[in-house]
């Protein structure tokens, strides 16, 4: 069973999670992305590879499939959510039990990690999809977190993309995936407390404001049409990196409209074909921040929340082309030679 | 001239290096470390392949030797500290100027990025040192931590290493660099706040605290002496990571008595040297965090000092054996498989 262990210096969670241990000799064969389509899990016809089905989009019907029983799902799905076979939390851990003990602190591992697959092809990626499938994926996050956000054990639920070896893949099918939390990550309790002093201070939302300013300056601007915005970072970390967002304002993805996610997935498809083409299919990272469960249960206390006029989702796609060294993992700053 | 710019949303200053300005498809080509001993710039005999020498320890002396002319500096260093080549933030960038337009605000490129060239031997590495230069090393950052900090316009100073390709470096002899910036790095802030909470509700210190755990735990210490312990970190994000402190309460590691100095090289050649023999010379990082300079000035404004009572330096060792991927960095929560 894993667990969530925080540090107090740091005022950061990590998870300890012990099904993926390895024995010290493990670390030391360097990790590649399996490539071989004849065996990958994730391909039509081999649904028996993983576990069984949480939701997928299948051609005939168009709409969510109820979950069925293993063996007995059929190959015909767009869009297809499995658990993750070695799952950093689980939702079968039980309730959230807090303990404490000195000035250490520890939750249970409770909380949920799934894997999207990206359609049936195995050597397609985002960039090259046809749109119908990129709104289905964009359809199916919307699904699952409304679905994850009725679960009053988890405060948060992370989509990210792991795109090539060195942004961290292991199977090269196409997929991204969820992990569900019982604490708000660091990260998104940063953006809440900044968005939140901005908002007392001005009445207004921050990221609204931010998008204001790159429409005003237009100089940062890659993908701009009625719904969705897409810029360069103006203090990018990284070369390339883009901020993705709606540009009414909107706290919860899971409350994303239909037009919001048409325009969403024209743009996701749009920047990252130009990424993959001006860059030779880089490695990257793309990472959904959207406020936390707003009916999550307060355990552990001090956690962080929106009421929804302080946060405002967005994705974040970090090309992976330079390394991150010493000075960026102790300072929490960056050097973007862009 | 490099600038420095801030994410209002993440709380985080990047800085912006366009000296290292490379075109898009300069990207394309993965870095590696240069190996070639002939053409190696840190090498004895090849001084005037670097800028002028700003610090050395040299045999016949034992001392700081003062500035000299380029030229005319003689090979017979054990340690010494040049200009980065290519620096991220330079000290001829006169006075800080902090600019604000919107919500972005901008400082430019003020600060210092040196090399800290450690010995003669290009194949050695720390684990492998003598004791006395492992002792020269730790010296020469306390001298340059002291001079750094008589300058007003910079607020911190992180001293880190970069070992093996993977964790960021480019060059094999051995080195470590400083970089100086005029702003409070984030994650000192956090760990800052962090512990300026604890002392104010407690009166302590919240790393002796931690210190004190762990040696009543006895379960994870790796090294301890009477004056400096090293175990693995409750909350490690990586495998093997190692948190190394002084065990009597000290904020500035330039304030660090010779005896400290002795046990931590000790210490550092005692855990790199078992790190290297079980992982088989593993990539890491090390990163030294020390209180920032409290005689800075208060430009810009908002940065974050400490009186002393609450910080604690402290070495952070990071193995760079798993890949960090979409999740970390959209999270800040890591997965630790250990």
């Known amino acids: 069973m894993s ?22 000799r493990d670390f030391v064969t360097r ?8 065996d990958c899990p994730f391909c039509p016809g081999f649904e028996d590879r993983t576990p069984p089905e949480i939701a997928a989009i ?28 070695f799952p950093a939390l689980s939702p079968e851990a039980g309730e959230v039990e807090w303990s404490r003990r000195g000035i250490y602190e520890c939750i ?11 359609g049936p092809d195995h050597d397609l990626s985002m960039a090259e999809f046809p749109l119908d499938l990129t709104l289905d994926i964009f359809r199916m996050y919307r699904e699952r977190l409304t679905a994850l956000m009725q679960d009053r054990r988890l405060k948060y639920a992370l989509i990210f993309k792991n795109h090539g070896a060195t942004a961290g893949a292991s199977l090269a099918h196409p997929h991204s995936q969820i992990i569900a939390t019982p604490v708000t990550p660091r990260t998104v309790q940063i953006e809440l407390v900044a968005s939140l002093k901005h908002f007392r201070d001005t009445k ?27 810029f360069n970072s103006y203090a990018s970390r990284f070369p390339f ?13 899971e409350r994303t409209t239909d037009e919001e996610l048409e325009s969403l997935a024209r743009c996701m498809r749009d920047v990252l074909g130009r990424l993959k083409r001006a860059l030779d299919d880089p490695p990257f990272n793309y990472i ?22 302080d946060y405002h989702w967005h994705i974040e796609v970090i090309p992976r082309l330079v390394r991150t060294a010493g000075f960026e993992w102790g300072s929490g700053l960056h050097i973007n030679p862009m």
Chains 1, 2 share one sequence.
Not at 63 to 72: I, Q, R
Not at 108 to 118: D, F, L, R
Not at 291 to 308: F, Q
Request: proline share 8%.
């Open 31 to 38: 990790r590649e992305v399996r490539r071989d389509k004849d």
């Open 288 to 309: 959904l921040h959207t406020a936390p469960n707003v009916s999550a249960d307060p355990i552990p206390p001090g956690y962080w929340r929106s009421l929804g006029n």
């Open 241 to 253: 990196e883009l901020f993705i967002a709606p540009k009414s304002h909107s706290a919860f993805f």
């Open 108 to 118: 249970n591992g409770v909380g949920a990690h799934e894997v999207i697959i990206e």
């Open 3 to 24: 667990e969530l262990r925080y540090d107090p210096l740091q005022n950061r969670w990590t998870i300890i999670a012990t099904e993926r241990q390895q024995r010290p």
């Open 204 to 230: 207004k939302c921050l990221a609204c404001d931010l998008i204001k300013q790159e429409e005003a300056e237009g100089k940062r601007i890659i993908y701009d049409d009625t719904k969705i915005i897409a």
């Open 58 to 85: 299948r051609d005939e019907e168009g709409t969510l499939a109820p979950d069925t029983d293993p063996g007995s799902e059929p190959s015909n799905w767009r869009v297809r959510v499995v658990p993750n076979r």
